[in-house]
Nanobody, 116 residues
Framework: QVQLVESGGGLVQAGGSLRLSCAAS?????????MDWYRQAPGKQRELVAI???????NYADSVKGRFTISRDNAKNTVYLQMNSLKLEDTAVYYC?????????WGQGTQVTVSS
């Protein structure tokens, strides 16, 4: 079993910044795990936001490129999502995700609300 716990969401004005954290625990060797951030806005499907591989390679959805940065701290078993220049359309529940073994693990989600 793998547990993923997100934190750092909240209410922010457009143009502002937030940093999300996801702490992993359980039967995972974090240093060799790829980690993802997804988000789901009301009435929309869950979408992939950013990926970071075990070697630190990153990839982003076009909608967040240049504004969001995914990073990881293997010593803390934690992955981060730095979100800058936030827009109204970034409002969503953000989820940490990992595929480990034959299973797919999700955090409980953290709400990000961007106001005008």
């Amino acid at each position: 079993q793998v547990q993923l716990v997100e934190s750092g969401g909240g209410l922010v004005q457009a143009g502002g910044s937030l940093r999300l954290s996801c702490a992993a625990s359980g039967s995972i060797i974090f240093s060799i795990a790829a980690m993802d951030w997804y988000r789901q806005a009301p009435g929309k499907q869950r979408e992939l936001v950013a990926i970071i591989t075990n070697s630190g390679r990153t990839n982003y959805a076009d909608s967040v490129k240049g504004r969001f940065t995914i990073s990881r701290d293997n010593a803390k078993n934690t992955v981060y999502l730095q979100m800058n220049s936030l827009k109204l359309e970034d409002t969503a529940v953000y989820y940490c995700h990992n595929d480990w073994g034959s299973f797919s693990y999700w955090g409980q989600g953290t709400q990000v609300t961007v106001s005008s």
